[in-house]
């Protein structure tokens, strides 16, 4: 039996060696550490999201609106602000406190910006805010309400930028729309790693996925 523990395991450190060691970057997801490589003792058909998405430039040759004609460069804010509660509608609780957080750093950088001088030292920034009420009726979102206010952001309020929600399920309703308007969204509250994996150019996130996250807890905690 000594004999044989010794050879096996300089077999084991001959199998596992080239699964953990000498895995590109490039095949990394948000710098996954090597135990938590996907698919890292076999070779998958074909490996996703290895090039990070870059904004090539849709909408540039839109005209700039004329400043004259503008009081403010208004900026959208949709998020939990407060409940609309119906009969047979569940929320959840903890989505409104961190909407909260949000509309504060949404409202901090906006003064921050103004007090650099506005956009181009021209016009001041404004906020405007929509709820999204972040119901579920019979467990299933209701679109209907965060859709409505988005499309109203966009074509009333005639915002030039969102900052987006927290639940997944509206934010790609939300991201669906600003795909058809051309609009920038920069996700604040979101987790979900999908949310910048559709390919829309105009995209962005600002917080670490649920993905990255997870690794960081498994990894250290």
């Not at 579920?136 to 309400?145: L, N």
Request: proline share 9%; aromatic share 12%.
């Amino acid at each position: 039996m000594r004999r044989v523990s010794p050879l096996l395991s300089w077999l084991f450190l001959l199998v596992s060696a080239p699964l953990s060691w000498g895995i590109p970057d490039s095949l990394r997801y948000a710098n996954t550490p090597d135990d938590m490589v996907p698919y890292r003792r076999i070779e998958p058909y074909k490996r996703y999201f290895l090039v990070p998405l870059e904004y090539t430039g849709p909408g540039r040759e839109y005209p700039e609106p004329d400043p004259s004609t503008l009081r403010s460069v208004k900026i959208g804010y949709i998020g939990p602000l407060y409940r609309e509660v119906h009969p047979g509608v569940s929320v959840t609780p903890q989505y409104f406190e961190i909407g909260q957080n949000m509309l504060w750093g949404a409202q901090m950088a906006v003064d921050e910006a103004n007090a650099r001088g506005g956009w181009r030292g021209i016009l001041p920034y404004e906020l405007v805010m929509k709820n999204d009420p972040v119901e579920q009726v019979d467990d299933t979102w209701m679109w209907g309400p965060v859709g409505s206010n988005v499309v109203d952001l966009i074509w009333k309020d005639k915002v030039w930028a969102l900052f987006t929600t927290i639940s997944s399920e509206n934010s790609h309703i939300l991201i669906r729309i600003a795909l058809k308007a051309e609009l920038p969204i920069m996700g604040t509250a979101d987790t979900d790693p999908t949310f910048v994996e559709t390919k829309i150019p105009w995209l962005f996130r600002c917080i670490s996925d649920d993905r990255l996250q997870c690794y960081i807890l498994a990894k250290y905690a």
